[in-house]
């Protein structure tokens, strides 16, 4: 679930352990993904993609999982440090015809030291 | 740097004013993009360009109007602000169409606009 009213949805994790944080997709059409990184007072940062062919995709110290049947989407980062305190929120996207990207509301990890 | 700037950083706005958010690529990016970022929601798109000379509405383009003279500029423009646009505007773009790859959006740093 992603809608919590005017609070993010917020994931403690303490400096060197692995962060997983959860993305409900909505449309059943949508074939490609995208992870951002939004850190405060900043625009958000392209992390990591993948399209619906793949259940698995993986970066430099990022995952990104990805289950059609229930409509997921999970990224995985490891060995988390303090520079990964964000908010993180994931995009689905219908790459044929008019291409709408919806954006999730996003998920504030906070990096215990 | 290549990359989209975005001006200004931030405004306070009367109610009923009239208001031009700027923003302006290097990437050569066909298409370009106005979001609106509100705690609690997701980015909501206002309206978007595929390419210089052409404009689309997004899912809230209501008191918003955009113009695409160029390939470089995307303004965004409030004609009589109010209080409900109060919110964090994001500028973004993408060579063309989003598929994959190079393909993704690419962010500017947003503008904080306060409506009183």
């Known amino acids: 679930g992603e809608n919590v009213g005017l609070h993010l949805p917020t994931l403690s994790v303490q400096e060197g352990d692995n962060s997983i944080i959860n993305c409900a997709y909505s449309n059943s059409a949508s074939d490609y993904f995208i992870w951002y990184k939004q850190e405060s007072g900043k625009g958000p940062q392209f992390i990591i993609d993948?399209?619906?062919?793949?259940d698995k995709r993986q970066g430099q110290r990022v995952t990104v999982l990805l289950n059609k049947t229930v409509k997921h989407l999970s990224l995985q980062i490891a060995a988390t440090q303090p520079g990964d305190s964000a908010v993180y929120f994931c995009a689905e996207i219908n790459s044929g015809g008019y291409q709408k990207v919806t954006f999730g509301i996003g998920t504030k990890l906070q990096v215990i030291p | 740097i290549a990359g989209i700037t975005q001006a200004p950083t931030s405004q306070i706005l009367a109610a009923g004013r009239r208001m031009t958010l700027r923003c302006t690529q290097d990437m050569r990016h066909n298409a370009m993009y106005w979001y609106r970022q509100d705690l609690g929601l997701g980015l909501r798109l206002i309206h978007y360009s595929n390419t210089a000379g052409t404009t689309g509405k997004g899912e809230v383009p209501d008191g918003y109007s955009v113009s695409r003279a160029n390939t470089d500029d995307f303004p965004l423009t409030l004609a009589s602000a109010v209080p409900s646009q109060t919110s964090v505007y994001f500028c973004a773009s993408s060579a063309s169409r989003i598929t994959s790859g190079a393909n993704v959006l690419t962010f500017g740093a947003g503008s904080r606009l306060t409506v009183l």
């Open positions: 993948i399209r619906s062919n793949m």
